[in-house]
């Protein structure tokens, strides 16, 4: 991959999408990555895990909710989804969907990126936004990575806690060199 020139006193981790930098006006390096035939013994895994040793790009999208629990006055909610990557009692990244008004069904169609470890947990609390007052708990749910056949994208219908209803995530990986 590319990253920064090493400069002096300089230890940053330096993202390695980047192609170019203008605004800093930085020299870019090529480095070179050699590709093993085979991995070594101690570093084989089952087919469709993540790898204990790098990260991998895990992409989850949460589509839509069907049935949850009406949490305002009338019957009905306005259900958004915290989304939160736990390696041990540590979060690491938190991401949050759209909030959608006046509904038991909401559609949010949105994708969510996070950078995992085997081992690691996604925790999907689903919230009822309230404009007065702390936001009301629909339900929740805990996908372990490990537990996820990661061969292909996965799209499933997930359970929430405290009979919240239903959310439909689809879980896709690529492998982060």
């Known amino acids: 991959g590319w990253s920064y020139a090493s400069a002096p006193n300089s230890r940053k981790w330096r993202p390695k999408a980047q192609r170019t930098d203008f605004v800093r006006r930085?020299?870019?390096?090529?480095?070179?990555?050699?590709?093993a035939l085979e991995p070594p013994a101690d570093r084989r895994r089952r087919r469709g895990s993540l790898p204990a040793d790098r990260p991998a790009m895990i992409y989850v999208t949460v589509v839509e909710g069907r049935g949850l629990?009406?949490?305002?006055?009338?019957g009905s909610s306005d259900p958004y989804c915290m989304?939160?990557?736990?390696?041990?009692?540590?979060?690491?990244?938190?991401?949050?969907?759209?909030?959608?008004?006046?509904t038991l069904d909401p559609k949010w169609g949105q994708k969510f990126y996070f950078q995992a470890l085997a081992g690691d947990v996604l925790h999907v609390h689903c919230k009822d936004w309230?404009?007065?007052?702390?936001?009301?708990?629909?339900?929740?749910?805990?996908?372990?990575?490990?537990?996820?056949?990661w061969t292909e994208s996965t799209r499933r219908w997930f359970s929430l806690s405290d009979q919240g209803g239903d959310l439909l995530l689809e879980l896709a990986m690529e492998h982060v060199m």
Do not use: F, N
């Not at 930085?26 to 990555?33: A, K």
């Not at 708990?137 to 805990?142: A, P």
């Open 26 to 35: 930085r020299r870019w390096t090529r480095h070179r990555s050699y590709v």
């Open 83 to 102: 989304l939160t990557l736990q390696r041990g009692p540590s979060v690491l990244q938190e991401q949050r969907t759209k909030m959608v008004r006046r």
């Open 130 to 149: 309230d404009l007065v007052g702390r936001d009301d708990s629909i339900g929740e749910l805990h996908v372990q990575v490990d537990d996820v056949d």
């Open 69 to 74: 629990k009406a949490c305002d006055i009338g």
